[in-house]
């Protein structure tokens, strides 16, 4: 796997820093206070998962209370509300991680204001991505330090008022105390799952809302919150730690996976099985597959239809086989069975883009590059020659590839545009524009406006790295986040103007746009 950052040890190492010295000043559990924290396997489970909440879809106005007491560690965790103040302005709004991680910042994009939703530090801002429900109602963010009782919890943000309200927390009270009092490893390796990136997921229709906490085990479970019914029930019934949860597009199956500690004292995750629930019924587990003995994690990529999706297994040597597995009939067909580079999938048109590189392609009797697979097709399309690191999915309908070779674009019909030198790109959601950007390390630093079908830029936006691009829904406006700065560029002048300043520079803050 790709060795870190040498800027995100330094901010993990910061993190842990900090906790430490709130630790030793602030515990509200600790009795007597830890004589030592850093150095043991407590601390380090604890320093990565901190370090993971800085990463890293129901009805209108819902308010989520819980009502199986059960499920929760002590009574007097039932869900209050935080008074925020509601918003005089009528948006649309961008929501965005405040400058020094301490909230969230909703910009209203007419009135030119800056509102505050307050949560408790630190905020998984990842969840921007993941925890807006179907309706973009209300927002699911996880948030709060183990070292307050009760305050790393699950939060609802009301999207017309930005209000917050406590869904229910993440650890029962014991372990936090573990967390806090350095008592084994367990209950660390717990946090670091329930703050896991891919720890939220929203049921198609928006009813259910999956999530991971460690209520009532020393591990992470799989929790299902039923806004219908207004309850939170436990959905699974292993003792490894459940994560992942990733739900079929029509709302039948969800799916999760189980992890377990590899290696005792080394922080190795090893991941034991792939387990699916049959929903709305909560009782139907099934082990779907077990992964490679040497997969870390399983990453799931997709679903082809509402029965079958696509998943391969990390590694420490990168991924490996990519698959195809059936819920009905528990049915593995591998499309890749060693090592590939990258992946991305279509859902619109069930196409598959993979990259391989020239090792990996010889034992296939390949060449290096992007390839392209059809559905109902085993023919793999050579789309381009060449060294590809990243490979995602556009929403607009492209597929975008970089590396050594610039950017390229290509539709799932194999169309394409090649764009040498840029780091990376984001078409608009008209279709229309495209901007490039790049670090200045491994690409050309600044951002750059095209047409969506030329190779020549019409305009540098901004000479510096540039770390993000976002664009308004209508394409008539975008942000770009450069040099510690987040700017609006809107059409036809296209003018930078700076909303906010102090944003941590290389790292891309996740941005929601709300309407």
């Not at 515990?27 to 604890?46: I, N």
């Amino acid at each position: 796997m790709p060795k870190p950052k040498m800027k995100q040890v330094r901010l993990r190492l910061a993190w842990a820093m900090v906790l430490i010295l709130a630790a030793g000043m602030a515990c509200q559990f600790t009795s007597p206070r830890p004589a030592s924290w850093s150095g043991t396997p407590t601390a380090e489970a604890w320093g990565t998962a901190i370090a993971l909440t800085q990463s890293a879809i129901s009805g209108p106005d819902y308010i989520f209370t819980p009502s199986v007491p059960t499920v929760l560690p002590d009574p007097t965790s039932t869900p209050t509300p935080t008074p925020t103040p509601a918003m005089d302005a009528e948006g649309p709004w961008l929501v965005f991680p405040a400058p020094g991680g301490n909230d969230l910042h909703a910009y209203d994009i007419y009135a030119e204001t800056t509102s505050e939703i307050s949560l408790p530090e630190p905020i998984l801002t990842g969840d921007l991505l993941r925890g807006r429900s179907p309706d973009g109602s209300v927002l699911a963010i996880r948030a709060g330090s183990v070292i307050n009782a009760e305050e790393l919890a699950l939060y609802q943000v009301d999207l017309t008022t930005f209000g917050v309200t406590t869904i229910t927390p993440l650890l029962s009270l014991p372990l936090q105390r573990q967390v806090v009092n350095q008592e084994g490893t367990r209950a660390a390796d717990a946090l670091e799952i329930v703050t896991r990136p891919d720890g939220l997921a929203w049921s198609p229709d928006g009813r259910f809302l999956a999530f991971n906490a460690a209520l009532n085990n020393d591990n992470s479970d799989l929790f299902v919150l039923d806004t219908l019914n207004d309850r939170i029930d436990r959905a699974n019934r292993f003792l490894s730690q459940n994560t992942s949860p990733l739900w079929a597009p029509g709302g039948n199956w969800l799916i999760s996976q189980e992890l377990e500690i590899d290696r005792p004292g080394e922080n190795d995750w090893r991941a034991t099985f792939v387990t699916g629930l049959l929903i709305p019924s909560l009782i139907n587990v099934d082990i779907v597959y077990q992964p490679l003995s040497a997969s870390l994690e399983e990453v799931f990529v997709g679903w082809l239809n509402e029965n079958i999706f696509i998943s391969y297994s990390m590694t420490r040597d990168g991924p490996r086989s990519l698959r195809t597995v059936g819920t009905d009939d528990l049915k593995e067909s591998m499309i890749i069975e060693g090592a590939f580079r990258g992946v991305a999938f279509d859902p619109e048109t069930s196409t598959i883009a993979f990259s391989l590189s020239y090792e990996s392609a010889i034992s296939l009797g390949l060449s290096g590059g992007i390839y392209r697979l059809r559905p109902e097709s085993s023919e793999y399309l050579l789309q381009q020659g060449g060294s590809w690191d990243r490979l995602r999915w556009d929403p607009t309908g492209t597929f975008v590839a970089a590396g050594s070779q610039g950017v390229l674009l290509f539709t799932p019909n194999g169309d394409s545009l090649q764009l040498p030198g840029q780091g990376n790109a984001r078409p608009s959601p008209n279709g229309t524009w495209l901007i490039t950007w790049g670090d200045g390390e491994n690409s050309a630093a600044g951002a750059r406006l095209y047409q969506s079908n030329s190779n020549f830029p019409l305009q540098t936006l901004v000479p510096g790295p540039v770390e993000n691009v976002f664009w308004q829904p209508d394409s008539q406006a975008f942000f770009i986040q450069s040099e510690g700065a987040l700017m609006q560029f809107i059409f036809p002048g296209l003018k930078p103007k700076t909303i906010t300043e102090g944003l941590p520079l290389g790292n891309a803050v996740e941005m929601l746009w709300v309407e």
